[in-house]
């Protein structure tokens, strides 16, 4: 996911910049994708597939200059594909029913919502010290225990856990400020 990611990225930073081959490779590399993407949420035919691939590109290609270079690309493809997606079933007035057994692979196939969510969390994480970023990824991210952080860190147990419980502390802060600016 991570190289497909910086491969996309890669293309459009080139593309943007005025090479031709890159566009090309990009948009063929995002056909791609769209096509995997709109099958496995469609249960139309093939007609209705590409053409949603060929309205995603359409307006991949027209907002190309509102991509933010400093972000990850595939959340904003996702973000594309899942309008048109929208606009495409309204049009059609379908709703859409699977199967339960079948939702959990429909909704592991949509990696935006995870990168959206990776991306929410460095930017929370920036705010704090070095130190306490790395030992938040070790224990909650990474699952490394406490002790195996203390170990690498050169450190106490208890130095990582107060360094953790007050980096969390201090995350969770600066959540509820965001959640009282988003309400005013």
């Known amino acids: 996911m991570l190289a497909a ?6 293309l459009m930073l080139t593309a943007l910049a005025g090479d031709k081959a890159a566009y090309r490779a990009l948009l063929e590399a995002t056909g791609s994708l769209l096509r995997r993407y709109y099958g496995r949420r469609l249960a139309g035919g093939v007609a209705d597939v590409e053409d949603l691939v060929q309205e995603a590109l359409i ?9 933010d270079t400093s972000q990850p690309l595939t959340p904003w493809l996702y973000a594309i594909a ?3 997606l929208l606009d495409h079933l309204r049009r059609r007035r ?6 339960l057994e079948d939702a959990g692979e429909l909704l592991a196939d949509d990696e935006s919502a995870a990168a959206d969510a990776r991306l929410d969390l460095e930017k929370l994480l920036a705010n704090l010290p070095a130190g306490t970023q790395e030992i938040i990824r070790a224990v909650k991210i990474e699952g490394q225990t406490t002790s195996e952080v203390a170990d690498r860190k050169g450190k106490s147990e208890i130095a990582v856990r107060v360094g953790l419980h007050r980096g969390l502390k201090a995350l969770g802060e600066k959540l ?9």
Request: proline share 3%; aromatic share 6%.
């Open 94 to 99: 379908i709703r859409v029913t699977i199967p």
């Open 5 to 10: 990611e910086a491969a996309l990225k890669a």
């Open 176 to 184: 509820r400020e965001g959640t009282d600016r988003a309400d005013r």
């Open 59 to 67: 307006a991949i290609h027209s907002k190309r200059d509102t991509f």
């Open 82 to 84: 899942r309008y048109k």
